[in-house]
């Protein structure tokens, strides 16, 4: 059975427009639309919510923290997403230590907010194109200061490999784009799972957020 799904956002032409589009397509098989964070909280309450899309246009910053903090106290299992208004690293790891599962920004577009519902759905967390290209960023920066929390740089190859892990490739696909075998693919998600210290790749973007890696 397919998921549910609320949103809460505006105009009402919007989302009206998007929740056809999803329930045609059989991604979900309930949108409900909220304009307010009440009417939001009251459907939590009585209904098992299991995604939940909130947008930057109908919250002031502070006002999507206070939602989150009171949705994830009644709920933690609801897997939210944020469409944020290209916030900078700092705000996007707050929002993640506050308990969403996914960050978009408002140039997202459709096929990434599918992405984004296959990686939860899969229970992993999911970033936007933009948030991630900052994120291998500042690895690359912070193993040429020869950080601390990385015991041995990763090398020209394994950052390669890492950003097709982190743009969702397989092992396999891995090896087709770089013309390498899948056990030579393991091997180095291997040691770059070693070298930041992490389980499995939901773990890189795990790290970066622990480590305070966007402050």
Do not use: W
């Not at 910053?61 to 944020?82: F, M, N, P």
């Not at 948030?131 to 500042?138: E, Y």
């Amino acid at each position: 059975m397919k998921p549910n799904l609320a949103i809460l956002d505006e105009p009402l032409l919007y989302t009206e427009g998007l929740s056809k589009l999803l329930i045609h397509e059989k991604i979900f098989s309930s949108v409900e639309v909220f304009n307010s964070c009440e009417n939001l909280y009251s459907h939590i309450k009585n209904s098992c919510t299991e995604f939940l899309m909130i947008s930057s246009n109908i919250l002031l910053l502070s006002d999507l923290y206070k939602c989150l903090d009171t949705i994830i106290s009644h709920d933690d299992r609801i897997r939210i997403i944020v469409i944020g208004n290209s916030y900078d690293v700092i705000i996007i790891r707050k929002l993640f230590n506050k308990g969403i599962k996914s960050y978009l920004d408002k140039n997202s577009n459709y096929d990434e907010f599918i992405k984004s519902i296959h990686a939860l759905s899969a229970n992993e967390i999911y970033i936007c194109e933009h948030a991630k290209k900052m994120m291998i960023n500042f690895l690359s920066n912070e193993q040429e200061k020869q950080s601390p929390n990385i015991k041995e740089p990763l090398t020209k190859r394994e950052m390669e490999i890492l950003k097709l892990i982190c743009d969702g490739y397989s092992s396999k696909d891995i090896g087709e784009k770089l013309f390498i075998s899948i056990n030579t693919v393991e091997t180095h998600r291997k040691r770059i799972l070693m070298k930041l210290n992490v389980k499995n790749s939901v773990g890189v973007v795990k790290y970066a957020m622990e480590n305070n890696i966007f402050s």
